[in-house]
């Protein structure tokens, strides 16, 4: 009777665990019906980037203008998509020298090509708030691949933001103008902030 007591016993434990496991599974698919859909890339964002330089020091900056659409699938994370378009001559770094500089043919050549753009071909979930998001980037007429990491910071019920982290080599694009003094890796540290569309 005891041995019947104690099996009873721990197959109450095992369920009432299984059913406590469940909840923030359920949780999870309640965040991402809340989530899904198309997404317009608003001003609010901010898209920083930093090039480090040998002994410290470095160029620090971000862009001002850009525009962007990002739709999220809330049952396969692997069919969202972004398609994302910067504008490098509105690159900001706060000395007037050094924006000319990266405007100029020496490095964005913004007069010739006027645009960066960036399609996802994949996109990654790594955990319940995060993916990789791999695509093809294209700057100076020149494409490669290229891959980000976005975080899930915050959501409401029609809007969105996200952590995006990723580097990109410019001698890639043809824009290794200074190195090995400046480094060739490109980090950029973004929040992407997007409305429901």
Do not use: C, W
Request: charged share 15%; no cysteine.
């Amino acid at each position: 009777m005891k041995t019947t007591t104690q099996l009873l016993s721990t197959v109450t434990r095992i369920a009432i665990a299984v059913t406590l496991a469940s909840i923030p599974l359920v949780a999870k698919a309640d965040t991402l019906s809340q989530v899904a859909g198309s997404y317009k890339i608003q001003p609010s964002s901010r898209i920083g980037f930093s090039v480090g330089q040998v002994g410290g020091g470095g160029i620090k900056g971000d862009f001002k203008k850009f525009s962007g659409v990002f739709k999220l699938n809330p049952t396969s994370i692997g069919q969202s998509s972004i398609n994302f378009t910067l504008y490098p001559d509105s690159v900001s770094t706060g000395q007037a020298r050094i924006e000319n500089f990266l405007r100029s043919d020496a490095v964005f050549d913004s007069a010739n090509f006027p645009t960066i753009t960036f399609k996802s071909t994949q996109v990654t979930q790594t955990s319940p708030n995060t993916a990789e998001i791999a695509g093809m980037l294209t700057a100076r007429g020149k494409t490669s691949p290229a891959s980000f990491q976005a975080s899930l910071a915050n959501h409401g019920k029609n809007s969105i933001t996200f952590q995006v982290e990723g580097k990109i080599l410019r001698s890639r694009y043809g824009m290794d103008v200074g190195t090995p003094i400046y480094s060739n890796v490109v980090q950029f540290d973004m929040q992407i902030d997007g409305q429901r569309s």
